[in-house]
C-alpha cells in the first residue's frame, strides 16, 4: 500500500458525459501527478501540481482539467468523453519536486467509456 | 526532449537464468532514471531509481541497473528469474524541464517459463 488513494476504483460511463476522479496524495506530500494508461499511447504524463498550483502539463487534452484543492486532494475532471479516453488514470504523489523525491502511485482508477 | 527508447517489447526467459531488459535514454538535461514494474492488474512498484550516485543501481527483488552515459543506457539485469518477476517493465527518464514528471517507455512484458 503506496498510501495513494484514488475513488472509485472502476467508472463506466457514455460518450459525451463528464466524470471527476479523486485522488488522495499521502500524508505529508505537496505534489500530485496525474498520468494516463491506454493502450494506444502507453503511460503518459497528464498534469502536476504542487501546494495548491499548476506546476507542469503534459500530453493532456483540452477537454481534460485537474485541480488541486487547499487539504491537497486533487480531482482530475474529464467531460465529453470519448470512446478513446477509455483507459487506467493513475494518480502519483510525492513529497517535492526535485530529483530525489520518489513518485508514490495509487491503485488507479479504471475508466470505460461505452 | 526527454524520452526513453525500451528495445524489446516482449522477453522470455527459463526460471533461473539471468534477465536482461534493455533501455536507451535521451534527456538534455542531467535525468533521473527509474525502473518501474507492473503485475497484471496492479499498479505500478517502483523497482530502482538513478539519480546522479552510484552508477550501479542496485533495487528490490535481486534487479539493478547501471547507468552508462556514454552509452545513454540504462539496462535492468537479474542474475536468476524468479516466476513471480513475470509482469510489464517500465524503464523511465525525468528531469528538471519536465518539473520531473516521469516520462514512461513503452514497457517490455517479462514472461519466465519453468
Known amino acids: 500500500d503506496s498510501g495513494v488513494t484514488q475513488t472509485p476504483k472502476h467508472l463506466i460511463t457514455a460518450t459525451g458525459q463528464r466524470v471527476t476522479l479523486r485522488c488522495s496524495p499521502r500524508s505529508g506530500d505537496l505534489s500530485v501527478y496525474w498520468y494516463q494508461q491506454s493502450l494506444d499511447q502507453g503511460l503518459q504524463f497528464l498534469i502536476q501540481y504542487y501546494n495548491g498550483e499548476e506546476r507542469a502539463k503534459g500530453n493532456i487534452l483540452e477537454r481534460f482539467s485537474a485541480q488541486q484543492f487547499p487539504d491537497l486532494h486533487s480531482e482530475l475532471n474529464l467531460s465529453s468523453l470519448e470512446l478513446g479516453d477509455s483507459a487506467l488514470y493513475f494518480c502519483?504523489?510525492?513529497?517535492?519536486?526535485?530529483?530525489?523525491?520518489?513518485?508514490?502511485f495509487g491503485p488507479g482508477t479504471r475508466l470505460t467509456v461505452l | 526532449a526527454q524520452s526513453v527508447t525500451q528495445l524489446d517489447s516482449h522477453v522470455s526467459v527459463s526460471e533461473g537464468t539471468p534477465v536482461l531488459l534493455r533501455c536507451n535514454y535521451s534527456s538534455s538535461y542531467s535525468p533521473s532514471l527509474f525502473w518501474y514494474v507492473q503485475h497484471p492488474n496492479k499498479g505500478l512498484q517502483l523497482l530502482l531509481k538513478y539519480t546522479s550516485a552510484a552508477t550501479l543501481v542496485k533495487g528490490i527483488n535481486g534487479f539493478e541497473a547501471e547507468f552508462k552515459k556514454s552509452e545513454t543506457s540504462f539496462h535492468l539485469t537479474k542474475p536468476s528469474a524468479h516466476m513471480s518477476d513475470a509482469a510489464e517493465y517500465f524503464c523511465v527518464v525525468s528531469d528538471s524541464n519536465s518539473g520531473y514528471a516521469l516520462n514512461f517507455g513503452k514497457g517490455t512484458s517479462l514472461l519466465v517459463t519453468p
Open positions: 502519483a504523489s510525492s513529497v517535492g519536486v526535485n530529483r530525489y523525491n520518489e513518485q508514490f
